[in-house]
């Protein structure tokens, strides 16, 4: 079974700076920052690696007025957070004496039972109030931070490791999980049904009314297999007052606890920026992925033709992920849809292939033999050997000098050569390089701190 990752949740109102801190967390800028309250309107998502823990962080909507239809949306995105996240930060202004919405937030966080820590934000400005002025909001731990000056930002993590395990695989159970992931009403619920053999899930008319991750276990190929279907992403904006509303943290999940996703695709309405996105978080959780178009008994007039001509399309969007295979499929008239278990059996044996040190490392050689490192004029990189360090997905760390110096795009060469050389359709490839002089320099630094 695949490892999987805890979620930590960025809840509380607009314009506490909330993206401010995700950024910070992510050290990039993933999210529009802008002075206007409730500028985020999506839930933004973002892997954080932190001594040897790995985890989710979501920064969550604004919260404003709760009888404005869309922020009644935002409430729900908060409890939400608090029902799926693992660790909740709750974010105030430590400019501002904590308001009804603050403790509406935070006594919503807390009633989750899960490790409740209280950021308050913007701590270096003038105005910032003294701690105990935000102990009636009922948050025991609570961190000054400024996400400005990366005020009190190890901090948090350090106490987000604290409550969260160190990166670790579960114990296996030779399940092969497969998920069913994309935008409401793709035909997730439907090929779900099919490859289950019977009414699992309720397929409704309305988009989004999977409102949950709906699980079967089945036997295929003698091998026991479970299907987790999912509540479908939703596009920013679009939420339908009424209907169960776009959850990327349930998506998240199920994305997390699988082995494969089957990333669907409506052939009506093919390559949405968000299919791009999700693809995106399927391939940065290392999974195995399938990119599936449905709903194919609906094309008029369909034959090779219009498969050859659409194919091309599909792989010119998805191309940072060229390893994942493209199929067709009806749920309707069944074709193709025992052909993806066959898929994923192969895709998961491709992950769980274990290849000798001696042969990477023949290939590594070859590999910067035909095509040398680049580097600046003295400091050239030098590829030393290779290692395969991980399965499911495949691992390998190379190790050398200068490797500061080297280019993002030899990894994606190395890459390249990896996979001409053995298959590894439908998986990610993962890499980590270590340079020598400092792996030298920081253990020398650790004997001289004793």
């Given at each position: ?18 993206s ?35 985890f ?42 904590p ?12 009633k ?14 003038k ?17 000054r ?5 990366n ?45 289950a ?40 904006g ?12 349930r ?27 999700i ?44 390893w ?37 490392n023949?290939?590594l ?33 190379i190790f ?51």
């Amino acid at each position: 079974m695949a490892s999987k990752l805890p979620t930590v949740a960025i809840i509380g109102q607009a314009n506490v700076g909330k993206s401010s801190l995700f950024n910070r967390f992510m050290r990039n800028q993933q999210a529009i920052v802008a002075r206007e309250a409730g500028t985020t309107r999506d839930n933004v998502l973002g892997r954080v690696d932190y001594d040897n823990h790995s985890f989710w962080i979501v920064d969550t909507a604004g919260l404003k007025n709760p009888d404005d239809e869309f922020e009644e949306s935002i409430q729900e995105q908060i409890t939400e957070a608090a029902d799926s996240a693992d660790v909740i930060l709750v974010v105030v202004d430590s400019n501002q004496y904590p308001s009804d919405q603050d403790r509406q937030i935070a006594k919503k966080a807390l009633k989750s039972k899960k490790p409740v820590i209280l950021l308050t934000n913007k701590a270096d400005l003038k105005g910032s109030l003294p701690l105990d002025e935000f102990k009636r909001l009922g948050v025991k731990q609570i961190i000054r931070t400024s996400a400005e000056h990366n005020l009190g930002i190890t901090e948090v993590l350090e106490e987000i490791i604290s409550m969260v395990p160190a990166t670790s695989k579960y114990i296996s159970d030779n399940i092969l999980r497969i998920a069913l992931i994309g935008r409401p009403n793709v035909g997730k619920s439907h090929l779900f049904n099919t490859l289950a053999g019977k009414q699992q899930a309720i397929v409704a008319n309305i988009a989004g009314t999977t409102r949950d991750v709906n699980r079967v276990s089945v036997k295929y190929g003698g091998r026991d297999i479970e299907l987790l279907d999912t509540a479908g992403i939703r596009k920013q904006g679009k939420q339908e007052v009424g209907i169960e509303k776009f959850s990327v943290l349930r998506s998240l999940a199920a994305i997390e606890e699988s082995d494969i996703c089957l990333l669907l695709m409506d052939v009506n309405e093919l390559n949405t920026q968000l299919d791009q996105r999700i693809a995106g978080i399927i391939d940065e959780a290392g999974k195995g992925m399938v990119i599936v178009v449905t709903k194919w008994d609906s094309v008029e007039g369909k034959d090779a033709f219009t498969r050859d001509e659409i194919a091309p399309k599909i792989s010119r969007t998805f191309d940072f992920t060229p390893w994942a295979p493209l199929i067709f499929t009806s749920s309707v008239t069944g074709q193709n849809v025992t052909k993806l278990f066959d898929l994923a059996l192969d895709i998961d044996a491709r992950r769980q292939q274990q290849t000798k040190t001696r042969l990477l490392n023949d290939l590594l050689q070859k590999s910067t033999q035909a095509h040398p490192p680049a580097g600046l004029k003295n400091t050239h990189p030098k590829l030393r050997y290779m290692v395969q360090t991980d399965t499911n997905p495949p691992w390998f760390v190379i190790f050398g000098s200068n490797l500061k110096f080297l280019h993002w795009s030899y990894k994606r060469y190395m890459e390249r050569q990896l996979r001409e050389t053995y298959n590894y359709t439908g998986t990610p490839i993962k890499f980590s390089f270590r340079d020598e002089k400092q792996i030298k320099a920081n253990r020398e630094k650790e004997e001289a701190a004793k």
